[in-house]
T-cell receptor
Framework: DAGVIQSPRHEVTEMGQEVTLRCKPI?????LFWYRQTMMRGLELLIY????????DSGMPEDRFSAKMPNASFSTLKIQPSEPRDSAVYFC?????????????FGPGTRLTVL | SQKIEQNSEALNIQEGKTATLTCNYT??????LQWYRQDPGRGPVFLLL?????KEKRKERLKVTFDTTLKQSLFHITASQPADSATYLC????????????FGAGTRLFVKA
């Protein structure tokens, strides 16, 4: 398996623009997580899905952020409109609920810079 | 809400020595605690999980302890090697009954040859 795949790896955009981050989880995993990492706040959970259904979105900063999981092999995190304070590394992770470990497999991340 | 404290200062040790990293939490006792490794420019990688009813867990050169009275976990790397240099993150279940996980800020470890 190729692991969790994220695209793009780097994104530079201007304030006010829409940004869409994409994630393909590991095949067979039924949990998908979106995290944001910054030096100031560390690794923060934004939202997680189970079987494509959002379970906890309490970490989503505000209405500018939205996440979808239309099927088991694809998820998106959208920021509209983007702001400079959204600059961070965004990670997607997936996990199997049957392992009992909640071992999360992280993707390589998308480094977002909002100018 | 749960808070996780990891030593923000980097830990510098000599190759061959044992590295010990600390993770303290402030509120409820989590059902489990995990340790992850993160290299620069990469996502975290899972290392170990220890449950609340376990006091110690080992995996090769790694050892994790979990003291629910002290609200603390210690992460040991024995016979450390320069390749062990990375940031190590402690993570706890959020206590919401689901799979929500809270991560600490991490401790940077440098192992000198």
């Amino acid at each position: 398996d190729a692991g969790v795949i994220q695209s793009p790896r780097h994104e530079v955009t201007e304030m006010g623009q829409e940004v869409t981050l994409r994630c393909k989880p590991i095949s067979g995993h039924d949990y998908l997580f979106w995290y944001r990492q910054t030096m100031m706040r560390g690794l923060e959970l934004l939202i997680y899905f189970n079987n494509n259904v959002p379970i906890d979105d309490s970490g989503m900063p505000e209405d500018r952020f939205s996440a979808k999981m239309p099927n088991a092999s694809f998820s998106t995190l959208k920021i509209q409109p983007s702001e400079p304070r959204d600059s961070a590394v965004y990670f997607c992770a997936s996990s199997s609920g049957t392992s009992g470990l909640n071992e999360q497999f992280f993707g390589p991340g998308t480094r977002l810079t909002v100018l | 809400s749960q808070k996780i404290e990891q030593n923000s200062e980097a830990l510098n040790i000599q190759e061959g020595k044992t590295a010990t990293l600390t993770c303290n939490y402030t509120n409820y006792s989590p059902a489990y605690l995990q340790w992850y490794r993160q290299d620069p420019g990469r996502g975290p990688v899972f290392l170990l999980l220890i449950r609340e009813n376990e006091k110690e867990k080992r995996k090769e050169r790694l050892k994790v302890t979990f003291d629910t009275t002290l609200k603390q976990s210690l992460f040991h790397i024995t016979a450390s090697q320069p390749a062990d240099s990375a940031t190590y993150l402690c993570a706890l279940d959020a206590g919401t009954g689901g799979f929500k996980t809270i991560f600490g800020a991490g401790t940077r470890l440098f192992v000198k040859a």
